[in-house]
């Protein structure tokens, strides 16, 4: 039996046709939120938050932190990116425009 990692997973979700990507995301969906966990650590929530296994405010209440908590840990592991202060109105809408896609905002 062949062990492979959650990157490795990752890596073949990918290589998936976008129709097949968003079947297996609804299927992972389904199972994480029958799955989750009564507590969790900060990675696991974020984790977990990731994964679309949960809200930004259910992962917080799982780690048991604040929603700022997890959003600084989202961006302390690149997962997030904070606007700085340099960026045009348009970038900023471009920016809350794709963490609004992503699930992030």
């Known amino acids: 039996m062949t062990t492979i990692t959650p990157e490795q997973v990752l890596d073949l979700a990918r290589r998936l046709a976008p ?6 995301a609804l299927h992972l969906q389904e199972h994480l939120a029958t799955t989750l ?9 974020v984790d977990l938050y990731l ?3 949960c809200s930004l405010a259910r992962a917080a209440d799982l ?5 700022w908590d997890l959003l600084d840990r989202l961006q ?12 045009s109105a348009d970038e900023l ?8 896609q992503q699930g992030l905002l």
């Open 19 to 24: 129709a097949e990507q968003r079947w297996l």
């Open 93 to 100: 809408d471009d920016l809350a425009e794709r963490l609004e």
């Open 37 to 45: 966990p009564a507590h969790a650590t900060l990675d696991e929530a």
């Open 76 to 87: 302390a592991r690149g997962a997030m990116q904070l606007p700085s202060e340099d960026r």
């Open 63 to 67: 780690a048991g932190v604040t929603r």
């Open 51 to 53: 994964a679309d296994a």
